[in-house]
């Protein structure tokens, strides 16, 4: 008998890892918030919104019911957006045993609370669960992992059974998966470098050029990694796919839902209709207004978070923010490596 696997959350990426685990063999259930989603995917094996080019295999089944879909299932896969997760985790609890594996794939924070996911999902799971969660992230547009593209990410859990599990169950010819024990420095990478890449977006919508945005991409880095280790994240992690390579995805495709929405920002659309615009949730806004209310908690300096914060919340205007970035006092650019240097 298959195993099966429950994945939650019929957007972009949650229908792309559907068809990776359904192509490795897994019976896998789809479920969609919306019933018109169900009835489309059921008639077509299209997701016109989402994915519209991609035709979802015949074994994936797609449903609105909820218990329908956790049925004896070895594995969740959370692909919900982060503002959705502590509803859909209350949800999805009364139908997981203490075996089942809890994989969340969104990248963002919990406004309300400055919580990591992983932190929302153990507050509403029972404690014999809480070394069952797992975190999938990585640089991975579902446009290309739906299409077979070659693609890396890292899986982490505090468990590394767990982790090795996750691993195991998404590694696939043209998907190579990782270990990584960090959870906290891998769901700050993924959360915060959509923050960078709105900044890369309002930067290309103001013309300017690449100078730029290599830039905003570095020093961008520099920031994820002040507040991630702050917070309690190991330095390295940023430097591996979570970090940097999510950075650099996020950061310079056309895919990236945040890099095309601060492109707008740049070109002088206001926030509310460039959002109205996207049709899709763009994580980097939300978690712009939590990086800068964790940066002033945790007393991190992350000016290119707080001049995105101004643009977007303030009604800053972006040429001013970037004269601002520019203008700011003289320092060095690796401080700790200039402490132990004796000749300065």
């Not at 969740?76 to 997981?96: D, K």
């Not at 740049?266 to 994580?283: H, I, S």
């Not at 520019?326 to 690796?334: D, I, K, N």
Request: hydrophobic content about 45%.
């Amino acid at each position: 008998m298959r195993e099966r696997v429950a994945v939650i959350g019929a957007g972009s990426w949650g229908t792309a890892l559907a068809i990776v685990l359904a192509k490795k063999g897994y019976e896998v259930t789809l479920w969609a918030r919306r019933q018109e989603v169900v009835r489309e995917i059921e008639t077509t094996r299209i997701n016109s919104h989402y994915l519209p080019e991609i035709v979802i295999p015949e074994s994936i089944k797609i449903t609105a019911d909820l218990e329908e879909t956790l049925m004896q299932c070895v594995a969740v896969v959370l692909s919900v957006p982060s503002h959705a997760v502590r509803e859909t985790v209350r949800r999805v609890r009364p139908f997981v045993t203490k075996e089942t594996v809890l994989v969340n794939t969104a990248k963002g924070l919990e406004i309300e609370t400055l919580m990591r996911l992983s932190e929302v999902l153990k507050q509403e799971l029972p404690v014999e669960l809480h070394n069952n969660i797992a975190v999938l992230s990585g640089p991975s547009h579902a446009e290309e992992v739906s299409r077979d593209l070659p693609t890396a990410v890292v899986a982490a859990s505090h468990r590394r059974q767990v982790a090795e599990y996750v691993q195991d169950l998404f590694m696939a010819p043209n998907l190579r998966v990782y270990t990584n024990p960090d959870v906290t420095g891998v769901e700050l990478g993924g959360a915060l470098k959509n923050v960078i890449a709105l900044a890369t977006g309002i930067s290309d919508g103001l013309g300017f050029g690449d100078n730029t945005r290599a830039a905003l991409m570095t020093r961008g880095l520099a920031e994820i990694a002040r507040l991630g280790t702050a917070m309690g994240a190991q330095s390295l992690t940023f430097a591996g796919l979570a970090g940097i390579g999510d950075l650099i995805v996020t950061c310079t495709s056309l895919y990236s839902r945040n890099r095309r929405a601060g492109i707008q920002l740049g070109q002088g659309k206001p926030l509310d209709q460039v959002l109205a615009g996207m049709g899709m949730v763009v994580e980097g806004v939300r978690t712009t207004k939590a990086a800068y209310h964790l940066a002033q908690k945790y007393g991190v300096e992350m000016p290119i978070t707080e001049q995105t914060y101004q643009v977007l919340f303030e009604g800053l205007n972006p040429r001013e923010a970037v004269s601002k970035l520019m203008l700011r006092t003289r320092t060095h650019e690796v401080e700790e490596i200039v402490v132990n240097r004796q000749d300065w």
